[in-house]
């Protein structure tokens, strides 16, 4: 069977079996936290789609993630093909890339959860906050997309290095910012499925200040020479 093939049979199944909420693509899924987090959700049940610019740079790294997972859970696509295949999209590009990457799904978002990882980094100062013009690239997202996209900010301050061991628990909370408290909800289930805790930490202008974390993470890594500095909400016991 060919690569098309299985991914026709996928997006056949979402349509016809489960509801497409439970499929997720990871745009900037072949990078480090992109990929990290698309194995954690595969592993924990739901359908995970890598999505790149190109489907072949997708279709590769999808061969290698199955092989480290021991099974086929996730499959590759063009973002576009990604974007109209999945209820929940998620971006994890460079900010150097973000809005370009929009631009190009922007029509096949409509009605569906758009949970944005992106911080506004401008190298090579990466440990100097950086706020742009849009105030936070999460604002800058549902400006570009409008009101019938939901966006909802999360993941900013989670280390790659730390996601990348699949049975660890990432001792991190994800502040969780958004307009929509029910976008909010899904975001924080794959938070927990992600093997964190989500914090709702407001409406999406806060996450202005969850995006300049992490500059301040990346500062106190190279301060204090660790790897992973996160965040936790202390006082907070079952949120």
Known sequence: MSNSDTDKDFILTEHHGESLIKSVAVLGGTGKEGSALAKRWALHGYKVIIGSREQAKAETAVVEMNAELGGDYLVGMANEDAVQAAGIIV?????????STLETVKP??????LIDLTV???????RTVYIPEGKSACLEAQA??????KVVAAFQNVS???????NLTVDCDVLV???????KEDTIALVKAAGMRGIDAGPLANAVAAEALTPVLLYINKK???KGA???ITGVENP
């Not at 506004?120 to 990466?126: G, S």
């Not at 790659?160 to 699949?166: M, V």
Request: charged share 25%; proline share 8%; aromatic share 4%.
């Open 177 to 183: 910012c958004g307009d929509d408290a029910e976008a």
């Open 230 to 232: 996160g965040i936790r």
């Open 120 to 126: 506004p980094l401008q190298p090579p100062a990466v």
């Open 144 to 149: 570009l997309l409008g009101s019938d996209v």
């Open 160 to 166: 790659a290095e730390k996601l990348k061991d699949l």
């Open 91 to 99: 971006l994890s590009v460079p900010y150097s890339a973000h809005k």
């Open 108 to 113: 096949h978002l409509a009605g569906k959860l």
């Open 224 to 226: 204090y020479a660790v």
